[in-house]
């Protein structure tokens, strides 16, 4: 007999999986933009309040530490509530807590919110990712995770278009650009009552009528005549409640983990690192805000195609082979950054990063929930990006020691030497490039 999950995983993409991703892709968007708006937030009160670069690395990296909580907690929640109340849930959280930041009085007050800020994105990421793995048709489920991805990009060149029009204009113009952080609270309920749930999760919970209405739905929408309700295989609520639930750290499971665990510590210190102080470095290098959000906003377009060119290989090449690629790209751009002196090979080794990074970033969440099954995919992918959050709580804050100690070229070599561990774990984790989500 033919499963539910089975009879999603064969569909053709159709508009109702076009309507997932860009539903879920615009709060993913939203949620790039409150990310990338707090480094040109970052670049202006240190004009304006005088602030040193200790006290800009803790407005830099305290919302990593409610990202790191954030991911763990809602990963887990999604597992046991599930993806679509876990998802609305983080928007409300984060996009309340960024309105409320533009009143802050005070780097303690800002760093209070932006910790709650972080509790609402870290937890946001991993659950989107899930909930959209979980409906894509199988044989191009990594090219729309990537897709998904790509709606970073939209965010943080909206974040760079704040930064560059809206931030300079006025001693509150940082202000002006936080209280559009409230977008997402009201998004919050396009996502509740516009989304569905995960038929894996409804499954899991034995909610067997609310999934296969939503099965219905989308064979309605490519056209496919539904299976007779009684030929299809149906799991008791008693055997539900049996079903052991398992962990990321199964003997089965434990070598994926930490090397998923590896590449997501690796991935964003370098990130984080590079792309939070990235218009503080270039004021820092003699340019003035306007031309240094300028250069910021050129280095961010180079994300679009590097998501687009990974979306493609992703079913060509396989994820393992576009992640492992992709990160070490990363390290040479990386590398060529911290050598790059005149305005020209800055602008270019950025956009380079910029491609290969972001491509990398794609194909990360692309292979992570294949990686579980469905009792613990959640807490598989919020985990492993909890744990990457601390790496992107470190790196702001170890940035001022490094520039001090060796200037950008240490910097941007410690960034590459991380691209390179991780793209070494990269390449131990299985292929799972055509296959069918493990239900447990």
């Given at each position: ?36 708006l ?19 690395s ?5 919302g ?11 990963g ?12 609305a ?6 996009g ?18 932006r ?29 729309v ?22 931030v ?15 977008v ?33 739905d ?58 939070i102080?990235?218009p ?12 240094s ?9 180079a ?74 995919r959640?807490?598989?992918t ?7 959050r ?10 001022p020691?490094?520039?001090?100690a060796?200037?950008?070229g240490?910097?941007?070599?410690a ?12 390449f ?7 296959t ?5």
């Amino acid at each position: 007999m033919t499963t539910r999950t089975q009879r999603l995983d064969d569909l053709p993409f159709t508009g109702r999986h076009r309507r997932l991703l860009t539903g879920s892709g615009v709060g993913w968007a939203l949620d790039a933009m409150d990310v990338g708006l707090i480094s040109f937030v970052m670049a202006a009160l240190a004009v304006q309040w005088d602030l040193s670069s200790t006290q800009l690395s803790w407005i830099g990296s305290i919302g990593f530490v409610g990202m790191a909580i954030g991911a763990s907690l809602g990963g887990l929640l999604a597992d046991r509530i599930g993806r679509r109340q876990v998802f609305a849930a983080t928007l409300l959280v984060y996009g309340l807590a960024t309105g409320a930041a533009a009143l802050s009085t005070s780097v303690a007050m800002l760093i209070a919110l932006r910790f709650v800020v972080g509790l609402g994105l870290g937890a946001e990421l991993p659950v989107a990712s899930t909930l959209v793995s979980e409906f894509a048709p199988r044989k191009v489920r990594g090219r729309v995770v990537v897709a998904l991805e790509a709606f970073w990009a939209v965010g943080w060149l909206l974040a760079a278009l704040i930064g560059y029009f809206v931030v300079p204009t006025s001693d509150n113009g940082w202000r002006w650009a936080l209280a559009v952080g409230l977008v997402p609270a009201a998004y919050a309920l396009v996502v509740r009552f516009g989304l569905p749930e995960s038929v894996r999760y409804l499954e899991s919970r034995g909610r067997h009528a609310e999934a296969e209405e939503i099965v219905r739905d989308y064979e309605q929408s490519a056209g496919v005549t539904s299976v007779p309700e009684d030929e299809q295989p149906v799991r008791t609520v008693a055997e539900v409640e049996r079903a052991p639930r398992g962990s990321v750290w199964a003997p089965n499971l434990r070598r994926r983990t930490a090397a998923l665990w590896i590449v997501w510590f690796g991935i964003n210190f370098s990130y984080y690192g590079a792309f939070i102080w990235l218009p503080s470095l270039l004021v820092a290098q003699g340019f003035d805000l306007v031309t240094s959000f300028g250069y910021t906003l050129l280095i961010t377009l180079a994300q679009l195609p590097g998501y687009g060119v990974a979306a493609w290989l992703i079913e060509v090449w396989g994820r393992r082979l576009t992640l492992g690629v992709f990160l070490a790209g990363s390290a040479v751009s990386a590398g060529l950054f911290g050598l790059a002196e005149t305005p020209s090979t800055i602008v270019a080794a950025g956009m380079a990063l910029s491609f290969f990074n972001l491509g990398a970033w794609g194909a990360l969440y692309a292979i992570g929930p294949e990686l579980y099954p469905t009792p613990v995919r959640g807490a598989g992918t919020g985990s492993a990006a909890a744990f990457g959050r601390l790496a992107s709580i470190i790196a702001p804050l170890l940035v001022p020691v490094l520039l001090g100690a060796g200037g950008n070229g240490l910097v941007f070599g410690a960034f590459a030497a991380s691209f390179v561990v991780a793209a070494v774990a990269a390449f131990t984790l299985p292929e799972r490039a055509g296959t069918v989500l493990d239900e447990r």
